[in-house]
T-cell receptor, first 114, second 118 residues
């Protein structure tokens, strides 16, 4: 099925551990992005990419790294997890054309850092 | 930078009644899109309705309609004939129109939790 696939769906980390949240899409979308959702804060942009090899920071990039080696994949890396990174993470993608075309969102990853 | 404000953290409505969720935004842009997203307990983000700022006509999608007031920078969502399945978080979002990279970023409000009561 076409869409955005995020793995894992749930993860518990200890403070200081590292991990990678995976995001893959099969719609040939140029634009991919990562958001975090915290209670009472809505969704905030972490990093985004406009194509393979091109990434940039969003509103809350500290503590996260990204790379985009292919059009399909956009992993999010936590190098040293902190309790403040406990959140629900969403990957979203769309075509880069002028228009209100909807984003396609993944189903989210709930991350808990203890 | 854009900001989106949803002033109602929680709301409730009786089944079959009508409810309006408020959203205001601040931007210096003239061309943009506005969206309402629904997030049910499943966590999935679902596009409910979108509005193009250059269109004066308010968007409608079945039981969902918006009241778009560009001068007032207001974008409210009206849900008619509320159903139990409408229970969810609702997010208002802004996106600048254009073709540069910054044009594709969604700026979200903090959300309104809507409960439909049987």
């Amino acid at each position: 099925n076409a869409g955005v696939t995020q793995t894992p769906k749930f993860q518990v980390l200890k403070t200081g551990q590292s991990m990678t949240l995976q995001c893959a899409q099969d719609m040939n979308h140029e634009y991919m992005s990562w958001y975090r959702q915290d209670p009472g804060m809505g969704l905030r942009l972490i990093h985004y990419s406009v194509g393979a090899g091109i990434t940039d920071q969003g509103e809350v990039p500290n503590g996260y790294n990204v790379s985009r080696s292919t059009t399909e994949d956009f992993p999010l890396r936590l190098l040293s997890a902190a309790p403040s990174q406990t959140s629900v993470y969403f990957c979203a993608s769309r075509y880069m054309i002028d228009g209100g075309d909807p984003y396609t969102f993944g189903s989210g990853t709930r991350l808990t850092v203890v | 930078a854009q900001t989106v404000t949803q002033s109602q953290p929680e709301m409730s409505v009786q089944e079959a009644e009508t409810v309006t969720l408020s959203c205001t935004y601040d931007t210096s842009e003239n061309n943009y899109y506005l969206f309402w997203y629904k997030q049910p307990p499943s966590r999935q983000m679902i596009l409910v309705i979108r509005q193009e700022a250059y269109k004066q006509q308010n968007a409608t999608e079945n039981r969902f309609s918006v009241n778009f007031q560009k001068a007032a920078k207001s974008f409210s969502l009206k849900i008619s004939d509320s159903q139990l399945g409408d229970t969810a978080m609702y997010f208002c979002a802004f996106m600048k129109r254009g073709s540069g990279a910054g044009s594709y970023q969604l700026t979200f409000g903090k959300g309104t939790k809507l409960s439909v009561i049987p």
